[in-house]
């Protein structure tokens, strides 16, 4: 027989329960909210919750004084995003920070060293000579390329920094020249520096982390692919338009696509022209994701291109900006499932996107993907049903 002490203490017990079940029904964000004893990790939910995201766009007026003649890898381009953002209302202005210049000892952790001399020398005497000089069909260095260039690279640089040492939750590089076409030894494709692979080779250099670098642009980042082939410790995961520039990214056969090694982190998924590229994108990137959940990167940089919107003139997509917005929650999502209290962060950096409109549309609907943040953790269902369960047995 109980006694009275007990009785007592097991009636305070279930009033506490039931006070913290009604609570929870009551809530529009769930039991995980309310701390009633269960585990410590309910009170860690909550701070995690009521905080909010802290987020740099980081831009520079270098990037705007890039300008070939009637060429799409316009100024305008983050002139247009830079305002949308704005315009949003979604970030303070102290968001908006201004770029700095990559170091070119952190460009040479990915580039080799006589294609970055190179490089440098062509810039210095364009800059010098207000010349201006073509390295392919494509892609040319005029007076204002240099800085423009540096602090491109800076930016995503900076962002890892920021992740790993200043107490920021994201980044978005709202900057121009692109980087994902530059190889190791050459530049090409609109893209003097690989800006997303410098980042990740900073990142594994200085901070010893596994970096996933996602590309949604409508073309194959080879470059990117290009500098993480022989490194285990980097991922690169690409949708791209078939048979679109440079012509490279072919997607493995069947069988290939879990017997080689390589294309376990070389994770590269073609799309079809037109209306189906809609559905095969969102097929894709969750093939994508599978793999790079068993890869468990512990920083994660997206290649946010957003040429395969359908009003790109260079690409014949049909994604609309809620697509890249599906796509930036996917990767969150992942990123709680590696690890739950301490998924990998998530910066960015601009690729393409040629109509203005769209880009501007789309980059927002990505930074405010990636100002919510991480998805809860989804333990609500779970504790309400022991919760219930609990009470069955002492009522």
Known sequence: MESASSTKETEIEVDALIEALIDAA??????EETVFGFNESNQQIVEEKDRKVKMLVYHHPACMKHHIEDHPE?????????????????????????????????????????MFDRLKRIMSACQEFGKEHRLDGDTAVMEHTKEAVYRAAGSIVAAVDDVFSRDVDTVFCCVRPPGHHATREKSMGFCFLSNAGIAAK???????????????????????????????????????????????????????????????????RTLPPGPASQSVFKRKWKEIIDKMILFRPELVIFSAGFD???????????????DFAWATDIVLQACRDIDESNPPPCISILEGGYDLDAIAESAVAHVKSLLNGYPPINHGGDEVQALKEYLDTVL
């Open 308 to 322: 395969a919107h359908d009003s790109d003139p260079l690409a014949n997509c049909e994604l609309v900006a809620d």
């Open 202 to 268: 900073y990142a594994y250099h200085k901070y010893n982390k596994r970096v996933a670098v996602l590309d949604f642009d409508v073309h194959h980042g080879n470059g990117t692919e290009d500098g993480f082939i022989n490194d285990e410790n980097m991922f690169y995961g690409s949708t791209h338009e078939k048979d679109n520039y440079p012509g490279t990214g072919e997607e493995p056969s069947a069988s290939e696509k879990d017997s080689n090694q390589l294309y376990q982190r070389i994770v590269n």
């Open 74 to 114: 316009q100024p305008n381009r983050v002139k247009v995003i830079l305002d949308a953002i704005r315009a949003a209302n979604i970030l303070p202005a102290d968001a908006f920070v201004e770029a700095p210049r990559v170091e070119d000892e952190h460009a040479l952790l990915f580039h080799g060293a006589q």
């Open 26 to 31: 009551s809530s529009d964000v769930g039991i």
